[in-house]
């Protein structure tokens, strides 16, 4: 009897505590924490361009008039619907209405206004200055029409407004957004642990709140290639949406309990040349370089052979590429006439100053070896990401460096001659004023085309490839992008089955 008495107590304790136990998983499937590389310097994308700002926040908290899916197309953001007038200078956006800040706050026409005139403005520090710079004039007729004149045609324009430099904020937060984010999108900051994770919660303001599968978001930031491989393991991550261990594939694509995906980017990795520093100035040092670069050794040393060679600055899957990958194919002879011809036939030294991101560091071994091979010796400086942007990005103070540029669409960077590479064409700003001011898709795609041809004649750097999109995450986890033609994590399309 007394044994019996005990039994019958055990399963009611296990009976009471299924409802919570359920709870749990419940909440469990409802949360999900992804990886990162890199910690963001802000969560502002409106004043800093960072890619890890932009997979924190953009689409997730802040939103733009439009924005831009998977296979790179322009979709209504919060402006649903729009109209181009017959000149394609003015722009009629049509917003959606009852739309809120997460701080409660309404969103209308008024901070449309308010943000496109901040990021114009003299001491705007907005990365893509230049989308703003382009209106001519601002009009809000009412709270859900915002009236935009551009000084001349932009073939780009609905696409730019789509980037993470065009997110709209409102004048009541904007000041606080760096490390306070007030945005429109379906989730909103929970807090900010420095040097470990942000997390983001269910925005309870949001329009479509209800049908949203994932209330509560972490990003972790693991910047070793061996950690972030263990965290996966070890459960502590669910998804890195860009695994810098891209040797470890095999092993997660043979282990049942994950999903690998394999996909493209706007990435176009280079061996940047500061074209006013030293040697470097002559474009047959610079030709002389590219011909000593070996990619197919780079990409299988450092990429484990995953990544596609580039030419010039331009994303392979575009139409308008063309492939200039055989403009200066490994000839170490050649290179060494270069540089003979240009006057230093002993070679030179330069700085390589790497971030601290693995295709840098790994890539930055194997070019500086190559260089060896015809007298360039490349001292290799590694350094923080904010380090590289304040000496590389900012001032300038550096020879040869190895980045990603994943901003889509961004061959218009050498148009500007006080750029980081200091490349200075007047020809090819002609060209890219071409490109821009036509809304002919062939005749865009005609001087797109011309662009490239030009940048790789100039040897403005040495092209090596387009950075994959390397992906590894749970099983059962849905609505993962395979490719990024931009780099954002859309946690509202994610879900758990």
């Not at 959606?96 to 706050?105: A, Q």
């Not at 942000?198 to 309870?204: A, D, F, I, K």
């Amino acid at each position: 009897m007394q044994m019996t008495r005990a039994l019958i107590l055990v399963a009611v304790a296990l009976l009471a505590a299924l409802p919570v136990a359920r709870e749990a998983h419940a909440q469990a499937r409802r949360a999900l924490t992804i990886g990162m590389a890199l910690e963001p310097p802000v969560l502002d994308p409106t004043i800093n361009q960072a890619a890890a700002v932009a997979e924190i926040t953009q689409i997730n908290i802040f939103e733009g008039l439009t924005r831009i899916d998977e296979q790179g197309r322009v979709l209504p953001g919060l402006a649903e619907r729009w109209e181009v007038s017959p000149d394609a200078r003015t722009y009629t956006f049509h917003l959606r209405r009852g739309v809120k800040f997460s701080d409660g706050t309404d969103f209308d026409s008024g901070d449309v206004k308010f943000t496109f005139e901040r990021n114009a403005r003299d001491d705007s520090t907005n990365g893509r200055k230049g989308y703003f710079t382009q209106i001519e004039r601002i009009e809000t007729p009412d709270a859900a029409t915002v009236v935009l004149t551009l000084k001349a045609p932009s073939a780009l324009f609905l696409f730019n407004l789509a980037e993470n430099a065009s997110v709209i904020v409102a004048p009541e937060s904007a000041a606080t957004n760096r490390s306070k984010p007030v945005g429109t999108g379906p989730y909103m900051l929970e807090r900010w642990l420095p040097g470990n994770s942000v997390t983001l919660v269910r925005n309870p303001a949001y329009r479509a709140a209800a049908g949203i599968g994932i209330d509560r978001v972490t990003f972790r930031f693991i910047g070793d290639a061996a950690a972030q491989v263990a965290a996966l393991l070890a459960g502590d991550v669910d998804f890195f949406a860009n695994l810098a261990a891209v040797e470890a594939i095999g092993q997660f694509q043979r282990d049942a309990r994950f999903q690998v995906l394999i996909g493209t980017t706007e990435g176009e990795t280079i061996l940047a040349m500061n074209n006013k520093r030293g040697p470097l100035a002559d474009v047959r040092v610079r030709r002389a370089l590219s011909h000593a670069i070996d990619r197919r050794d780079i990409i299988a040393g450092a990429m484990s052979g995953l990544a596609q060679p580039i030419g010039s600055h331009f994303a392979p899957h575009h139409p308008a590429y063309v492939d200039l990958t055989g403009a200066y194919p490994p000839d170490l002879d050649k290179a060494r006439a270069l540089l003979r011809e240009a006057g230093v036939p002993n070679g030179f030294d330069v700085t390589l100053t790497l971030p601290p991101v693995p295709y840098a560091l790994r890539s930055g071994q194997i070019v500086a070896t190559q260089l060896a091979r015809v007298g360039v010796r490349a001292r290799i400086e590694e350094v923080e990401w904010a380090r590289w942007l304040d000496a590389v990005l900012d001032k300038k103070n550096y020879d040869l460096t190895i980045v990603s540029h994943v901003e889509p669409m961004d061959i218009g960077i050498y148009g500007n001659p006080d750029y980081y590479f200091q490349y200075d064409s007047p020809a090819l700003r002609d060209i890219l004023a071409r490109a821009n001011r036509t809304i002919d898709a062939n005749e865009q795609n005609r001087a797109w085309a011309d662009a490239q041809r030009k940048i790789s004649e100039d040897a403005v750097n040495v092209f090596l490839f387009e950075l994959p999109k390397v992906a590894v995450a749970r099983a059962g986890l849905k609505g993962l992008w395979t490719n990024s033609p931009m780099f954002v994590n859309d946690v509202a399309a994610m879900r758990w089955e």
